[in-house]
């Protein structure tokens, strides 16, 4: 992540509207598939940035993270979490094993995926339970992804054929921040546009304040009921929930 980038990136998790409705989501997945079977799981967060995730859940006590960037792993500590600074070695078997693991927005920025997936089934105790979210759809790219140092954005499909069904079973496999989808498209587009013929590194992400943000947040927030209930066919991310083992 961009020096820059990172000293503003825990005030975009904690106001921006997007980051506020995802975590809504990603707590109504805790609620629906971690906590009926593990009340009080012991917890993984990977790549967990500042904290945000994790301070979120404070009846949850049993919780590590683990992130690379020096400065978040601080500002994480000076809310009392335990979280470790980590080189980029994908080997957690120092840590034991776990009953939930979380990914989120993390496993687009590692070149060989599969490495990181490997790793984490090796610590997740059997029947423990994986929630992933990744940015979707190769046709949103612009230099949002690039100042991101992503590698690859995702389809649902794409991000199931790495996750095999005699390892793994799949609880929930959605897209979201689909709402919004003509939106973003519309905007990334438009961002491509003006930018073309520019280094995209130099382009800037896309997490802003804005007067629209109430607004925003209102639209994305509706998805959540939907979620509960189905799968979402189309979205600029997208949300997987897995539980170690086969059927």
């Keep these: ?7 503003a990136y825990e005030q975009f998790e904690l106001r921006h509207w997007w980051f506020v409705a995802r975590r809504e ?12 079977k593990f009340p009080n799981p012991r917890w993984l967060d990977i790549g967990c940035g500042t904290g945000v995730l994790l301070n979120a859940w404070p009846e949850i006590t049993d919780k590590i993270g683990l992130e690379m960037d020096g400065p978040s792993v601080q500002r994480a500590k000076a809310k009392g979490l335990d979280v470790r600074q980590v080189s980029p070695k994908w080997d957690f078997s120092e840590y034991g094993t776990f009953d939930f693991i979380t990914l989120t927005d993390v496993i687009e920025h590692v070149e060989h995926e599969q490495q990181a997936i490997d790793a984490v089934r090796a610590v997740l105790r059997n029947d423990g339970i994986l929630l992933i979210t990744v ?7 612009s230099g949002h992804d690039v100042v991101n140092r992503h590698f690859r954005r995702y389809t649902r499909e794409s991000l199931l054929r790495l996750f095999p069904g005699g390892q793994w079973t799949v609880l929930q496999a959605s897209y979201f921040s689909s709402l919004l989808l003509p939106l973003i498209w519309t905007a990334r587009k438009w961002k491509n546009f003006r930018t073309r013929g520019k ?3 130099h382009a800037g ?9 109430g607004l925003l947040k209102t639209i994305f927030r509706l998805e959540k009921p939907l979620l509960r209930w189905m799968n979402l066919p189309l979205g600029s991310s997208v949300l997987l929930v897995l539980r170690k083992g086969g059927i």
Excluded: C, N
């Design 199 to 201: 280094e995209q590194s």
């Design 1 to 7: 992540m961009d020096p820059s980038y990172t000293e």
């Design 135 to 141: 940015p979707a759809l190769m046709s949103l790219w």
């Design 25 to 36: 989501i990603i707590r109504q997945a805790i609620a629906r598939f971690v906590l009926p």
């Design 205 to 213: 992400h896309d997490f802003k304040f804005g007067a629209m943000d």
